[in-house]
């Protein structure tokens, strides 16, 4: 899956091996830093039974001719248990997924 987002947005979500409302694998680009200073983490959690796990917390280096024009490309790339996350075609972030072994994958939402 390819999304282009924009920068000046506080936080973008989605989620992969979407098996309903109670199981998937939560995503999450959130800026943490000044709208000066800005900074950006990639969060993920798995939420299995309704209930979400402990949240890993991923910098994201977004500096110099990084920030494209304000807009940028996401791409998500899931191949067997993998989990791969680009940002302008540089990696971010990987995982192994152990616990949710299929799903669909789309746009989401929490509440912060």
């Known amino acids: 899956m390819d999304f282009d987002f924009d920068l ?6 989605w989620v ?11 995503f999450k680009l959130q800026q ?10 990639l ?4 939420v299995v039974g309704g209930q979400p796990d402990e949240k890993q917390h991923i910098e994201v280096d977004i500096t110099g001719d990084y920030r494209q024009a304000g807009r940028n490309r996401i791409s998500v790339r899931i191949r067997g ?6 940002r302008n075609g540089r ?22």
């Open 91 to 112: 990696s971010v972030a990987f995982w192994t997924d152990k616990v949710l072994g299929k799903g669909g994958i789309g746009f989401w939402s929490d509440n912060g």
């Open 81 to 86: 248990n993998r989990v791969a996350t680009f």
């Open 8 to 13: 000046d947005w506080p936080s973008l979500g």
């Open 32 to 41: 943490t830093g000044t709208q000066e200073s800005p900074r950006y983490q």
């Open 43 to 46: 969060i993920r959690y798995p």
């Open 16 to 26: 992969v091996r979407a098996g309903g409302r109670d199981a998937y694998c939560a």
